[in-house]
């Protein structure tokens, strides 16, 4: 069974950065492609970026975050990142990994299998 815990989130200004992580407990971490989705309170949950596993490590964003996020891996050290620039207000949600059996990457949450409980990501204005 793979875990997945997130860490990292916190409060920001506008026009900051942030960098969440998310660690995974699996043999072999490449073997998951993973994603990161966000939700803000009183809305669905949306995609935000996905990065492939294997040794392709290709990536996909969100319009809303492309140019201003970056999803990167350390397969070593079974993590995914989700690195944050030039953060509005707009972005303040929970922020969750997850990961699906799959080396090949997905923006559609139901194709992932594991989830991490979520970390909060907070930008003021």
């Known amino acids: 069974q793979l875990q997945l815990v997130e860490s990292g989130g916190g409060l920001v200004q506008a026009g900051g950065s942030l960098r969440v992580s998310c660690a995974a407990s699996?043999?072999?971490?490449?073997?998951?492609?993973m994603g990161w989705f966000r939700q803000a309170p009183g809305k669905e949950r949306e995609f935000v970026a996905t990065?492939?596993?294997?040794?392709?490590?290709?990536?996909v964003y969100a319009e809303s975050v492309k140019g201003r996020f970056t999803i990167s891996r350390d397969n070593t050290k079974k993590t995914v990142y989700l690195q944050m620039n030039s953060l509005k207000p707009e972005d303040t949600a929970v922020y969750s990994c997850?990961?699906?059996?799959?080396?090949?990457?997905?923006?559609?949450?139901?194709?992932?299998?594991?989830w991490g409980q979520g970390t909060q990501v907070t930008v003021s204005s």
């Open positions: 699996v043999r072999i971490f490449s073997y998951y492609s």
């Open positions: 997850a990961a699906r059996g799959s080396t090949i990457w997905s923006t559609d949450p139901l194709s992932y299998q594991y």
């Open positions: 990065i492939s596993g294997g040794t392709d490590s290709s990536t």
